[in-house]
Every structure is written in structure tokens, then in C-alpha cells.
């Protein structure tokens, strides 16, 4: 499956955006996805998943209650909305899909990497 993410950009403390990931190649109803980030200097960590339905989500703690992550089947299209951001969100954003039913936090279990969208938050 092909990943495209959009979306991230320029930004001020307290914004808000929201991140899209288009997938193709394969039928998206089939993966759970994911997005990971990646800050300079630091390895990739997890953000969010949502199962293949979109009836379960996980999201980061430290993201808990400023990013949600859904999805539209229909659409082929998972997104990520980040509120309240802080200068620490910045970092390179990945969205990724599991051949798996349900969401996971472990980047192993995740075939298929976008190519990243930069998010920048400055103070």
C-alpha cells in the first residue's frame, strides 16, 4: 500500500492542524494505521493508531486529549488532529499501516511507511 501525508506546515504554539495520510495499492478497510513522529535529533516514536473499523484508538499519553485519530474508509484516508500544539510536537510525522485488525503501538508491526510530513511549533 502507498502512503501520502499531508498536511503539516508552519505553526504557532496553541494551533491547531490536522494531518491527512491517502492510501492506495491496496484495500484500505484491510489495515489498521498509525502515525509515528519523529523529532530531530530523536528516534521515531509512536503517536497514534486506529483499528481497521475505526472503533478503537490509542493515542499517546503525552498527546492524550489534543490528538485524536480517525479514519475514512471511504475515502482511503486516516487523519490526525493535533489541537493545542506545543513546541515539543515538532517533529517529522509518518503515517503507517499493519496488516492487523486491531491498532497497535509497536513500529515492527507496521509494513507500509509514508514519506513523513514536517510539523514545525514554534513558542
Known amino acids: 500500500v502507498q502512503l501520502q501525508a499531508s498536511g503539516g506546515g508552519l505553526l504557532q504554539a496553541g494551533d491547531s492542524l490536522r494531518l491527512s495520510c491517502a492510501a492506495s495499492g491496496r484495500t484500505f478497510s484491510d489495515f489498521a494505521m498509525g502515525w509515528f513522529r519523529q523529532a530531530p535529533g530523536k528516534e521515531r516514536e509512536f503517536v497514534a493508531s486506529i483499528s481497521r473499523s475505526g472503533g478503537n484508538t490509542y493515542v499517546k499519553n503525552s498527546v492524550k486529549g489534543r490528538f485524536t485519530i480517525s479514519r475514512d474508509n471511504a475515502k482511503n484516508t486516516v487523519y490526525l488532529q493535533m489541537n493545542a500544539l506545543k513546541p515539543e510536537d515538532t517533529a517529522v510525522y509518518f503515517c503507517?499501516?499493519?496488516?492487523?485488525?486491531?491498532?497497535?503501538?509497536?513500529?515492527?508491526?507496521?509494513?507500509?511507511w509514508g514519506q513523513g510530513t514536517l510539523v514545525t511549533v514554534s513558542s
Open positions: 503507517t499501516a499493519a496488516p492487523s485488525s486491531d491498532y497497535s503501538t509497536i513500529p515492527s508491526r507496521y509494513d507500509y
